[in-house]
């Protein structure tokens, strides 16, 4: 049986703190691989207009591009409308019935999960990782599986701030990053 780890997200744009988030779990559980899965539109929050799914998977895409235990799941993306987590471990299990799936979430996420659709179904379908955060308390009733990793003080949020603002972002992103965000435009790059 395969041990699956999968990163799910709006990567808007991806930066750093996931990279290091998904290693630290690949590492700490002896996982076979790691999917990065950018989510179409995401239930649980607000993102800008300015990177729309094709951009985010592409970034994604060069993010993890020289990590061999990393690979893009771009089944959200191109299944389209509301990502919700029950409905895409559904199918992906189905489909994948020789793999077990170790779903990684940030303590931001841990905090919500009681509000996240199908949670019961959800949990019969996968294992929650969890990663602890800067300023989330990252308890559950819920079992999770939590993660010893450095916290990293790093948001997609700041990165766009950064970039809209004209300051650097070099070292939070991989440098193929920067350059895609600076070449397209994104973020209100100039």
């Known amino acids: ?105 940030g303590g931001d996420m841990i905090d919500m999960l009681d509000h996240w659709y199908k949670i019961d179904e959800l949990l019969k379908l996968v294992k929650f990782v969890g990663v602890k955060r800067p300023h989330s308390k990252a308890e559950t009733t819920y079992p999770v599986q939590i993660i010893d990793a450095p916290l990293i003080e790093l948001s997609s949020t700041i990165i766009r701030e950064r970039v809209k603002t004209n300051r650097t972002i070099t070292f939070l992103v991989p440098t193929e990053v920067e350059q895609y965000i600076r070449e397209e435009g994104l973020y209100g790059a100039r």
């Open 1 to 105: 049986m395969r041990r699956i780890g999968l990163l799910g997200g709006t990567f808007n744009p991806p930066h750093n703190g996931h990279l290091i988030m998904a290693n630290e779990v690949y590492d700490a559980l002896g996982l076979d691989e790691v999917r990065f899965m950018p989510n179409a539109i995401p239930p649980h929050k607000q993102t800008t207009n300015d990177a729309t799914a094709e951009d985010r998977l592409k970034m994604t895409e060069l993010a993890i591009a020289s990590y061999e235990h990393f690979k893009l799941e771009p089944f959200e993306i191109e299944s389209g409308g509301i990502s919700y987590t029950y409905e895409t471990m559904r199918k992906l299990t189905a489909s994948e019935p020789d793999c077990e799936f170790y779903f990684i979430i």
